[in-house]
């Protein structure tokens, strides 16, 4: 199982948007696919080290060095094809990458 964090600013609206994007595109591509969504400022190194990916609404700056890959996934939101299929790839590209089941 693929475990991926999504994060914004409230962890309501956006981040759940995205979880749901996530899930629903990468499982259709076949892969098993989990994600939780969460508040910006609640994430902490141990929560973060528990993820095999991290997608952040945008660039987030964290009180610690990331050891997962970061995709900014704001671009899903849009619902624009031509924005989301990067961040898609790019995170398709990490799972491929790093081997991750």
Do not use: W
Not at 19 to 44: N, P, W
Request: glycine share 4%; charged share 25%.
């Amino acid at each position: 199982m693929i475990k991926i964090l999504a994060a914004c600013g409230a962890g309501v609206n956006s981040s759940h948007q995205i979880k749901s994007a996530l899930e629903t595109e990468l499982s259709a591509k076949g892969y098993s696919v989990t994600a939780d969504a969460v508040m910006v400022k609640d994430i902490t190194e141990e929560m973060v080290n528990r993820y095999d990916i991290f997608t952040p609404i945008a660039k987030t700056d964290l009180s610690f060095d990331l050891k997962i890959p970061m995709v900014e996934a704001g671009p899903i939101l849009y619902r624009i094809p031509a924005m989301s299929k990067p961040v898609f790839d790019k995170i398709e590209e990490i799972i491929k990458e790093h081997d991750l089941k």
